[in-house]
């Protein structure tokens, strides 16, 4: 007989298209017991025996024991057929009595080919029945094609190793193409692919990301953490928290312990679902393969005895799953049944088709799935694959009963909605053939969502129920980006289900709905938590909200965490006070200390703000001011922003209701300030002032509210008749609209009211009984005057906080006050005389920076004509007495350099400077040649060729020696900062005439000067002028100073030399300048660096033999590019030499910042 290949697909193609709807059900439930062929089937195997297991890699023994394999069986029967004629009916008879079901599967292929087909085989083959067996394998997909349908593989195979978890995925149905492909591979290639140790098929990348999860659990759970670290490290972009992460749309599978425990027996299935296929073992195909490799029989006992023990312990563990479920089931019923007894007062008969019964007994018979067994039911004729139509009506009888398919759940609302009726037909059918008959319907409810689509809900409870067991199960198969569209369902559920268990776990799907969600889907979340709060109350968002914001609030990405503290903000109106006040206030600041995200920190400080808007325990007040001081010292500058538009703002709101604004907590930072001034005698922590300072800034406008709501006059605040809008500028723009005086007050208008009565009462009645304003003018203002003094003037940051501050302190407060109340304190101290200034010590008040912050944050506060001439007054006042008195003019620079940043008031200071330009006094006349060194880098080319210049060339030519020396730093400043032609050619005419007059040749200070100008402007002066003015005229003073007589001058200038020309060699310059001028410059220096300083000389001998080398190169390769020359040493001893004799140096710092200067 020839070989027939079984997995031949052309008869059974013909088959399948000849019967298309037959196809296998593969849906079973594992409680239905065990399945086997029609009952009319007379060579159907004995109900004890062994159900039929299809394996593609075993052979399988006869239930009596005698081992015979299918090979061995078809050959027998083929002997027997030459020996006496036997029908082929009896020989598959035969066949299928002893379960040789790939020999018969094989003698019905052969026979379709010889054209003979067998009624018998084709019957049994067509019965999708007869291939059913009591599994919980998880659904494979990857069916095979057999005769009379697609038959799935074979569960027993459906192990770690072949187990496709890419096909539950979104990514498409690929199994058909991977079938075919499957099913076109020559068998005996198939046998050895399969069998071989060194083949195999290559891993796919959903199967390598599910892998990768179970081996990373596996690792963490049998302590391998630091495995488990550099695992995950390999595997960065894998979230090995989240299952759904891997990318498939299926639940977990167990661990890979349960894997490699059940690695040979079936793996329990989450839906309860059989897969069976046809299959064959290589080894029993008969004719040549077996020839070629026969195999080798096992332990036949053994092996039967550990396959039944394997069959029942999965049996055990699949009924303990079903006793549990049922026990759960028995008392949701018992429930109900209590419910319709107190409900019903007269509850419907029911009719049954074996009887009559209760209500009640129908509930309690009734299970969740239409098809399982109930003793008041037809026991099932079809297999028990169809649906158990309950419901028929009797012979003869005018009423029916409704098909019990559906949860006792739905008979909630049975007395206010009628039974359905049907038409019935005027028929005598046995109700035993009318349920066969409706079960060829082919419904099928015995899978989670067919019993879940057979019930309809008709009360609100019954549909909550439903959602709450559904959605579990819709989440993980809806696409991440899409999520989002489900918090409507899951709120809502979450809402009105009346089980705890079942609102937390829907609450915990919403808060995990989402890995990493975006802003938009944070802020969906955020309002369904608000609606939920809103409808269920204090209690319950209590209870089931805020434990799902604790379980989140480490959690790995910061989104969700941002999450968390956004939740506890939004949901604080609608918790209990005294959960507001401990629980979220203490989760918030483990958030705010320990949270390494910046985002998430600032929305827990907006968050604590909102706290602070609802809490109402005093006792809470100094946990508010510490988290107020911890937040404003976090290095985000976006946390330090949300401090200052939402925190500060609301946590002065709270004090200002407790009266303490102006009583602790003002107070209370002054202190700390003036704590901060006696420890910095080494320095003051400028960071930790700006801080606190910056925190008073944002409490002037709650303080001003204070005022005003405390004022004689606020009784007589009256909102009707013609009030007049507030002016734009009356209010510095606040930082938020918190910060708003509006809106701390309750309206534009009330505000406007008051501020009316706010001025009157300023201007004509005075401050009497006015406890708050006295306060701030008796005991605020003299206190901040203090610390301003005590403040180190040359500090531009402090400068510059304390000025913003009293101008946001001016604004607020209005020119009435600033006029009446602020001037007339400064004025008090600031007395424009020489008893002021102590030239001895350089301590006098007009020394300190009581003198820039008055000039720039208390003059500068309206720009009317009188405000601008007083300002102007002052700073002359100032520079004289300054100048005469020969005092530091460190607090004229501060308020120079403070005022020159606006552009608005670069007139003013050119009024200020030619007002000195002109002074009959030579010591103002150099103070102000100074001071245009400062003024020239803020103002504009324009100012500059018009006022500057000007004033410079007049003073350049003053009587005085050293009002002309003043002015060479400015005048090296504009050939650093000004770029127009004509400028720069009077500027450099005025200074080769202070360096080749000859009246200037013995001017040692004026050298001194010239020589630090052009080290400081020139490696970013323009270079023509560098190499044509600044390198030649340094040669000159290089070259003079080897016959300086006096010692003192000579070293002087040298070093003066030396800083020059470090910064210089920064520079790129041309052969020749270096040649001519640059490198003999150096040779002089070097010669009276040999007498007066040795370790300077060998730094200059390192530069002068780079620069040779340099020239040498240059001259080889002229396209080797600009190098400065400090940064080309080549060689490493010279590079070490060189490093080595500067850490030598006992220069100044200023010195050797130069050596590396590099040009901007």
Excluded at 46 to 57: F, G, N, R, V, Y
Excluded at 131 to 147: H, I, N, W, Y
Excluded at 923 to 952: D, H, I, S, W
Excluded at 1003 to 1032: K, W
Aim: charged residues 20%; aromatic residues 6%; proline residues 7%.
């Amino acid at each position: 007989m020839a070989s027939v290949n079984p997995f031949n697909l052309s008869d059974s193609e013909e088959e399948a298209e000849r019967r298309p709807n037959e196809t296998v059900d593969t849906e079973r439930s594992p409680s239905d017991g065990a399945p086997g062929p029609p009952p009319g089937n007379p060579f159907s195997p004995p109900a004890d025996a062994e159900p039929p297991t299809l394996l593609l890699s075993s052979n399988r023994t006869s239930p009596s024991g005698e081992g015979i394999s299918v090979s061995a069986a078809g050959t027998s029967a083929m002997a027997g057929s030459t020996e006496a004629r036997v029908s082929v009916d009896v020989i598959a008879a035969q066949l299928l009595r002893d379960q040789y079901i790939l020999t018969a599967l094989e003698f019905h292929t052969e026979l379709l080919e010889a054209g003979r087909e067998l009624p018998r085989l084709r019957d049994y083959f067509s019965n999708p029945g007869n291939f059913e067996r009591q599994s919980g394998t998880p659904p494979a997909k990857d069916q095979v094609l057999g005769p009379g349908g697609p038959l799935n593989r074979a569960g027993s195979i459906s192990t770690l190793d072949s187990l496709d978890f890419a096909r539950y995925s979104d990514d498409g149905n690929r199994e058909s193409d991977e079938r075919v492909a499957e099913s076109e591979v020559p068998s005996q290639e198939r046998k050895n692919f399969k069998s071989s140790p060194e083949i195999q098929e290559p891993i796919r990348p959903l199967e390598k990301r599910a892998l990768n999860f179970l081996v990373n659990e596996y690792l963490l759970k049998n302590e391998y953490k630091l495995s488990s670290i550099t695992f995950s490290d390999e595997n960065d972009d894998q979230d090995f928290e989240l299952w759904d992460d891997v990318g498939l749309n299926i639940p977990k599978p167990p661990d890979l312990l349960q894997l490699y425990r059940n690695c040979g027996t079936p793996l329990p299935s989450p839906r309860d679902t059989v897969d069976v296929s046809v299959g064959v073992d290589f080894g029993d195909l008969p004719g040549n393969c077996i020839a070629q490799e026969p195999p080798k029989k096992p332990d036949l006992s053994q092996q039967q005895q550990t396959e039944v023990v394997q069959e029942l312990e999965y049996q055990i563990s699949l009924l303990n799953n079903e006793k549990q479920s049922l026990a759960e089931q028995i008392k949701k019923l018992q429930s109900e049944i209590q419910t319709l007894k107190r409900t019903v007062s007269s509850p419907p008969p029911a009719t049954l088709d074996l009887g009559t019964q209760s209500a009640s007994n129908l509930s309690s018979s009734s299970t969740t799935t239409a098809c399982s067994t109930d003793p008041l039911s037809v026991p099932p004729t079809d297999n028990g694959q169809y649906l158990d139509i309950r419901g028929v009506s009797e012979a003869g009888n005018d009423t029916t009963s409704v098909q019990n398919t559906s949860h006792p759940q739905s008979h909630n609302k049975l007395k206010s909605q009628p039974p359905v009726q049907f038409d019935q037909p005027n028929r005598k059918l046995s109700p035993v053939f009318q349920q066969a008959l409706l079960s060829f319907c082919r419904m099928c409810s015995d899978s989670r969502l067919g019993a879940e689509v057979s019930r309809i809900a008709d009360s609100e409870e019954s549909v909550m129920l439903m959602l709450g067991r559904c959605l579990p199960h819709i989440v993980p198969n809806v696409l991440l980006a899409k999520r989002e569209e489900l918090i409507p369902l899951i709120l809502c559920t979450a809402c009105l289900h009346p089980e705890p268990k079942e609102r937390d776990q829907l609450l915990h799907i919403l808060f995990n709905l989402i890995k990493r969600p975006d802003d938009e889907q944070r802020q969906m979340i955020l309002t369904g938590c608000v609606a939920f709060a809103r409808h269920v109350g204090p209690t319950r968002v209590e209870a089931e909200l805020l434990p799902q914001c604790w379980e989140q609030i480490n959690h790995k990405y910061p989104e969700r965490r941002l999450l968390v503290a956004e939740s506890c903000g939004a949901l604080a109106p609608y918790l209990p006070k005294e959960i507001r006040s401990s629980l979220v206030l203490s989760m918030l600041q483990q958030m705010l200390a320990e949270d390494k995200a910046d985002m998430v920190r600032e929305a827990v400080v907006k968050s604590l703000g909102i706290i602070m808007g609802y809490i109402d325990d005093p006792d809470k007040y100094s946990q508010g001011f510490e988290l107020m001081l911890l937040s404003l010292g976090d290095p985000s500058e976006r946390v330090v922003s949300a401090v200052h538009q939402v925190f500060i703002p609301a946590f002065a709101a709270w004090t200002t209701e407790l009266g303490t604004l102006h009583t602790a907590l003002i107070p209370s930072l002054l202190a700390r300030i003036e704590k901060l001034l006696n420890q910095g005698e080494h320095g003051l922590d400028e960071h930790k002032l700006h801080v606190f300072l910056s925190a008073l800034q944002s409490l002037i406008p709650p303080l001003f509210a204070v005022v005003l709501q405390n004022a004689p006059f606020t009784s007589r605040a009256k909102l009707h008749g013609d009030i007049p809008a507030i002016e734009v500028t009356r209010f510095p723009r606040p930082a938020s609209p918190l910060q708003d005086v509006a809106t701390i007050i309750g309206s534009r208008e009330m505000l406007s009211a008051l501020l009316l009565l706010y001025d009157h009462q300023l201007e004509h009645e005075g401050t009497t009984g006015w406890d708050s304003l006295l306060w701030v003018v008796n005991q605020l203002l003299p206190q901040l005057i203090d610390i301003v003094g005590r403040i180190n003037v040359t500090s531009s940051t402090c400068v510059h906080e304390f000025s913003r501050f009293f101008w946001r302190f001016c604004r607020t407060f209005g020119k009435i006050f600033t006029n009446t109340k602020v001037k007339p304190q400064f004025q008090e101290i600031l007395r424009l005389s020489e008893e002021n200034v102590d030239a001895s010590a350089g301590n006098g008040i007009l020394t300190k920076a009581t003198v820039p912050i008055y000039a720039t944050g208390v003059l500068t506060c309206y720009n009317q004509e009188e405000d601008r001439k007083l300002l102007v007054g002052f700073l002359e006042d100032v520079m004289t007495t300054l100048s005469l008195s020969h005092a530091p003019l460190d607090s004229l620079k501060a308020s120079f350099v403070e005022l020159g940043a606006n552009p608005v008031y670069h007139e003013l200071l050119l009024t200020v400077l030619w007002y000195g330009v002109v002074h009959t006094s030579a010591l103002v006349r150099c103070t102000a040649a100074r001071m245009f060194e400062l003024l020239v880098k803020g103002v504009n080319e324009t100012l500059v060729a018009q006022r500057v210049v000007p004033a410079l060339i007049t003073l350049s030519s003053d009587p005085e020696i050293s009002v002309r020396i003043s002015t060479i730093p400015a005048f090296g400043t504009i050939m650093e900062t000004v770029t127009q032609k004509e400028l720069l050619e009077r500027v450099k005419m005025q200074l080769a005439s202070f360096l080749e007059d000859p009246q200037y040749q013995d001017q040692h200070s004026l050298h001194m000067e010239i020589i630090r100008t052009f080290g400081r402007v020139g490696p970013n002066a323009e270079p023509r002028f560098r190499d044509e003015f600044v390198l030649p005229h340094l040669h000159k003073l290089a070259l003079a100073n080897n016959s300086q007589v006096t010692e003192s001058k000579r070293i002087d200038i040298a070093t003066q030399l030396f800083e020059a020309y470090s910064a210089l060699s920064c520079c790129f310059i041309s052969e020749e300048v270096m040649v001519n001028h640059f490198l003999p410059g150096l040779r002089c220096l070097r010669a009276d660096m040999e007498q007066l300083s040795p370790e300077h000389e060998v730094i200059l001998s390192s530069m002068i033999k780079e620069c040779e080398i340099k020239v040498e190169n240059r001259g080889m390769s002229d396209a080797q590019g600009s190098m400065s020359i400090a940064s080309s040493l080549v060689g490493e001893d010279a590079k070490t030499k060189f490093l080595s004799k500067m850490g030598q140096l006992t220069t100044s710092g200023a010195m050797l910042a130069n050596v590396f200067q590099r040009k901007k």
